[in-house]
């Protein structure tokens, strides 16, 4: 259907229209950015509409031959429901942050949303592309966009962060190329389905170089623990709605990613005969440790919520590895959790720092007696990160724990559990500074605040709309049991793609 | 044979740059390197010693090389063109608050 060509070319075309309006006219732009978000937003809500009931039975697959070209030759878009999950957090997601930005960076930033809008594209087109070259083309699109957006408000710490994240994941592109070039020339096809369908006759070796050079890859991108550098400085210098995107929505697409290439193009019984799962779990348990004792230690907000991020990717990875159904479940659930909690602490976050002198904790002193609606906010996440109950992290992590102790991994149990007590132990600490009083009038309290917010109403509102999500998510969290278990019966059965991509 | 050992000396050489070199441009540089050694190497593995197409329909078309990995390398080209040319507007914009290009004067590279 063509719809999925429309999700990719709607925020593609919008961005290159950005800068003709711009010489027209300035203030169409706003109506633009708004226009194009809504029409990839009811694109999508169209593309619901039309296949409730496939969606409902989990069963929905959806082909665009691009060009009319049939798969094993031609470019396939294609959308089965591990696509459909993982589009779905993307388009809602983004168009929020956009209508965020509006707020925060305000219209007068053409090129932020030329980059953002190029960011939505090329997220889009990794999930729904069915070829292996397209998927590179698109990381690396995403990859130059984003390290654009962390340097965009082109200081010295920001230009540094800019150029350390491009060195990173430059090299982890380059790392996926090579694995493609061996697929390729030993197969002869880039189309996903036909990979799969023959990887098996591959020697060991070559199934085993392939498989090292994607999780390298892959590993740079998502910053695990021996790649883990550039996370810390990238996520904490980009404006905050560019750090929610990039800790809640970019690295979901490699944990995307990571699940269609080695459960679906690559088998997964590879992983397991070798052992090598079993080192996977090792490296990503090792990462969430090691990012949970950093946040620790760290006395920078922002740093602080991204050296998070890769304990709960440590964790998210770990638990996809299993690879029981409970496990896929728990691990997706724990996407969606992840998504909401870092999105909305950090809209909250962008929004509590306009009130502070600075980024240090210590500095956060009275940002509660100022902004109690959005700190309520920001506790509220920030509980769901620790796993309080009434939120999806709590029972996220709780299914996560259940399927670590279900193939007795013990020791990674344990982990995730001192990962949740660690990170009550440095949320709180922010908290209690939060509350602490200070009396504004004074000479020594007082201090200069610049708020640089366009549209002071729009932030809080879209911050405290994520935080609605993360509390009703986890009331309702029993619903995305059903959906949640077809991904994960289409994840260990790959053949069904396979015959619908090839058959089709 | 001697393919594969050739592009695992470029490329290496390029990540020793990336590695040892205390200028981002030389890096950017060892990038490039990098980059370049992938695509001999895939145009080499990929040869089959056979005509080249486009073939013309009168022709018979038999032995021919692969035109896939020419295409593929050519848009590999771009991307790593396009990346090379934005690492570089980066350390020019740089060169705006600073005028070293050490990496371990501007924090380090595995340090975070």
């Known amino acids: 259907m063509e719809l999925l060509l429309l999700l990719i070319i709607i925020p593609l075309l919008t961005a290159f229209l950005i800068p003709l309006i711009d010489i027209i006219n300035k203030k169409a732009r706003r109506v633009l950015v708004l226009a194009a978000s809504l029409a990839e937003f009811f694109t999508f809500l169209f593309l619901v509409i039309n296949n409730w009931d496939d969606i409902a039975d989990g069963t929905i697959f959806i082909i665009y031959k691009m060009g009319g070209w049939f798969p094993p030759l031609g470019i396939v878009l294609s959308m089965d429901m591990l696509s459909f999950y993982f589009s779905l957090l993307i388009t809602i997601s983004v168009m929020f942050l956009i209508l965020y930005s509006i707020g925060y960076i305000g219209h007068h930033e053409g090129k932020y949303y030329v980059l953002i809008f190029l960011m939505w594209a090329a997220m889009q087109g990794i999930v729904l592309t069915g070829d292996i070259f397209n998927f590179y083309v698109f990381v690396e699109l995403l990859l130059i966009t984003s390290a654009a957006l962390i340097g965009f408000r082109r200081n010295k710490k920001g230009t540094i962060a800019s150029i350390k994240y491009m060195f990173y994941g430059v090299i982890g592109g380059l790392f996926i190329f090579i694995g493609i070039i061996l697929l390729y020339s030993n197969l002869g096809t880039l189309n996903y389905a036909e990979i799969s369908a023959n990887f098996t006759t591959l020697s060991f070796n070559t199934q085993g170089i392939i498989s090292i050079l994607f999780l390298m890859g892959l590993f740079i991108k998502l910053g695990i623990f021996p790649f883990h550098f550039w996370v810390a400085r990238a996520q904490s210098t980009a404006p905050s709605p560019i750090s929610a995107l990039l800790s809640g929505v970019v690295e979901k697409i490699y944990i995307y990613a990571f699940l269609r290439l080695f459960w679906m193009v690559f088998n997964f019984n590879y992983l397991q005969t070798t052992g090598l799962d079993k080192a996977i779990i090792f490296i990503a348990i090792t990462s969430s440790i090691i990012g949970h004792i950093l946040a620790l230690q760290e006395s920078d907000l922002k740093r602080m919520l991204a050296y998070s991020t890769i304990g709960h990717l440590g964790i998210i990875v770990a638990v996809l590895t299993v690879n029981t159904k409970l496990a896929i479940i728990a691990g997706l659930l724990h996407v969606l959790s992840h998504l909401l909690m870092k999105i909305s602490l950090f809209t909250t976050t962008g929004y509590l720092l306009q009130f502070a002198p600075s980024h240090q904790i210590k500095d956060s002193r009275g940002v509660a007696q100022q902004n109690m609606f959005v700190f309520a906010g920001f506790i509220i996440a920030a509980a769901g990160m620790m796993g309080l109950p009434p939120m999806l992290g709590f029972f996220s992590k709780l299914y996560i724990v259940k399927s670590f102790l279900e193939k007795s991994y013990y020791l990674s149990a344990l982990l995730t559990i001192v990962g949740s007590i660690t990170a009550l132990i440095y949320y709180a600490r922010y908290i209690i500074y939060g509350f602490k009083k200070i009396n504004l009038n004074s000479p020594q309290e007082f201090r200069l605040i610049l708020s640089v917010l366009y549209r002071e109403r729009l932030v809080t509102d879209i911050a405290l709309m994520f935080v609605g999500a993360v509390i009703i998510t986890g009331l309702i969290y029993k619903t995305f049991f059903g959906p949640l278990e077809s991904v994960a019966n289409l994840l260990h059965n790959p053949s069904i793609y396979i015959d619908f991509i090839l058959g089709g | ?112």
Request: charge should be negative; charged fraction near 10%.
């Open chain 2, 1 to 112: 044979m001697i393919n594969h050992i050739v592009f695992i000396f470029i490329f290496l050489l390029g990540f020793y740059a990336i590695l040892v070199k205390k200028s981002l441009i030389k890096m950017v540089i060892g990038l490039n390197i990098m980059e370049g050694a992938i695509f001999y190497w895939f145009i080499a593995i990929t040869d089959r010693g056979g005509i080249i197409p486009i073939v013309q329909s009168t022709q018979v078309a038999f032995n021919l090389n692969d035109p896939i990995p020419q295409a593929l390398i050519l848009t590999g080209i771009v991307i790593g063109a396009s990346t090379s040319a934005f690492l570089l507007t980066l350390i020019i914009e740089l060169n705006k608050f600073t005028d070293s290009t050490n990496p371990d004067q501007l924090g380090g590279m595995i340090e975070d």
